[in-house]
């Protein structure tokens, strides 16, 4: 007879234990990572296209509320998101640079709106003539986010009752101009692919230097891509933990199947861990609480600009304070006219 007990081991137990939990982990991480088909990050998109991701933008709870961020916070990191965005797209195609450009996203929720009027600030902003189109003729909303008015626009114009130069607003510092959608009509599709909507794409590419359209998202219906193959080519926002990979390898097919041009990809709604490494810029920040206004600049730009104090030959104390950078504000308010989300 056994004069020790043989059951239990705890040596045995606490080992079987053990290696049962990592077998369980091991598997939950395996089926996770098969099951989980969302874009996170830079490469979940890389999986999906060749396209390049040409801007990261992180989310921020209160985005919602401020919609037009480069000109209500333009030094927080996202209005610099926007810049970086500006900026490689002037290096897309140094030969065959796009005058016209489509910005538009696979589903509705992406923010492509908010992204294209951003884009559009930040390019007036930095002395470029732009031209903003809504060509969202499902559901526009342009008008709404920057407080102009809607009725009279893009349809207006198409259907021979208005003139370009009469439906087209004036925004911010002159540079920018806002053609709205106008009334909202029963064949939009129809009306983006006709003779008069790729004629008066010639006549803004002639007046300015850079025209950003605004259009409904590629996969419910074919707006996006019909603009696309008759413009320099697309601009595709993709948001981050909302869209999945196979839902944005369906939109850049549509763009594919018609043969236009994809210029890039907008990763919209990062975590901020994804973009933590251009927390520099977030240096400075509005005045809180909700009345917090909106600043402009040289007799009326949106979004203040910073001008670097200029040097003399003398030498400074090296502890000289950052107050030698002098901001330049015009006491000039905008109101943003919209708070609610961008759903298109």
Do not use: C
């Amino acid at each position: 007879m056994p004069t020790v007990p043989t059951s239990p081991n705890p040596k045995r137990n606490l080992a079987l234990g053990v290696l049962l939990g990592l077998i369980v982990g091991f598997g939950v991480a395996v089926l996770r990572e098969v099951l989980d088909t969302k874009v996170r990050s830079e490469a979940d998109v890389q999986k999906v296209t060749d396209a390049s991701v040409i801007a990261r933008i992180g989310h921020d709870e209160d985005a919602p509320q401020h919609p037009l961020i480069v000109q209500s916070s333009p030094h927080s990191h996202r209005s610099e998101a926007f810049r970086r965005l500006r900026t490689n797209l002037q290096f897309l195609d140094l030969d065959d640079r796009p005058k016209t450009i489509v910005v538009t996203s696979s589903l509705s929720g992406e923010s492509k709106t908010t992204t294209a009027i951003n884009l559009a600030i930040t390019m007036a902003d930095a002395g470029s003539r732009v031209a903003l189109v809504d060509a969202d003729l499902r559901r526009p909303s342009i008008a709404e986010y920057m407080g102009l008015e809607g009725e009279v626009g893009l349809t207006t114009v198409l259907i021979g009752q208005a003139d370009l130069q009469d439906a087209i607003q004036p925004w911010g510092n002159g540079s920018l101009h806002v053609l709205p959608s106008g009334q909202v009509p029963p064949n939009p599709s129809e009306l983006l692919g006709s003779r008069s909507m790729a004629n008066l794409l010639e006549q803004l590419t002639s007046a300015y230097d850079i025209v950003l359209i605004d259009t409904p998202p590629l996969l419910p219906v074919t707006d996006a891509a019909i603009l696309a193959k008759i413009t320099g080519g697309a601009l595709v926002v993709a948001a981050a933990d909302n869209l999945h990979r196979q839902q944005l390898a369906d939109g850049l097919g549509a763009l594919d199947d018609v043969g236009a041009r994809v210029l890039g990809v907008v990763l919209n709604r990062l975590a901020h861990k994804q973009t933590d490494a251009y927390s520099y810029y977030d240096y400075y920040t509005p005045a809180s609480g909700t009345g917090a206004k909106s600043r402009r600049t040289r007799g009326g730009t949106s979004g203040p600009t910073q001008r670097r104090a200029s040097r003399t030959g003398t030498r400074r104390s090296s502890s000289r304070s950052d107050a030698s950078e002098d901001m330049e504000i015009d006491p000039q308010t905008v109101q943003v006219s919209s708070p609610r989300e961008d759903n298109s």
